[in-house]
């Protein structure tokens, strides 16, 4: 299964970072390719034509009628989308440490969430983090001010191998 293939290349890859050695580079030869193959034959599929590329603009602007969208960087900033205007970027004052730490509770919670109700939590992790975006540079959002807390973002975050 293709699934399969992509999450088995995925945690090649994952090792290999995590456990640098002076061949590290003749290691990921192979696995880069096999993930371009996946990656490829994943986008041959119906509706699936922009697997792991980023989502277009106008898209997005769709998307932040119902509330600004924001995009979480592993550069420790983040895009902000909103529906009548460019995006902006947004430097955030967090660490990679900090980025990485907060990408390691998301993920624990998403895994949670497939055996239980995780919901509270994922709103406080999602609270936190739309604190962070909105309270350290707000007009940079919208121009003069943070969105109003009743609007509901959308957030993504953009992995990188």
Not at 46 to 71: E, K, N, T
Request: one cysteine or more; charged letters at 20%; glycine letters at 6%.
């Amino acid at each position: 299964m293709l699934a399969d293939k992509f999450m088995r290349v995925v945690l090649f890859i994952r090792n290999a970072l995590d456990s640098p050695s002076p061949d590290q580079h003749e290691r990921l030869c192979h696995p880069n390719v096999a993930m371009q193959k996946v990656v490829t034959s994943v986008r041959a599929l119906p509706g699936l034509s922009r697997f792991l590329l980023p989502q277009v603009i106008p898209y997005l602007q769709h998307v932040a009628s119902r509330g600004p969208v924001i995009i979480v960087k592993y550069g420790c900033d983040a895009i902000v989308v909103l529906l009548d205007r460019n995006p902006v970027q947004i430097p955030l004052q967090v660490t990679q440490e900090g980025v990485r730490d907060m990408s390691m509770e998301l993920c624990k919670l998403t895994e949670c969430a497939k055996r239980i109700d995780v919901t509270g939590e994922l709103a406080g992790f999602l609270r936190k983090l739309w604190g962070q975006i909105v309270s350290i540079r707000p007009n940079h959002a919208s121009g003069s001010g943070a969105p109003p807390p009743s609007s509901h973002p959308s957030f993504a975050h953009c992995w990188s191998f």
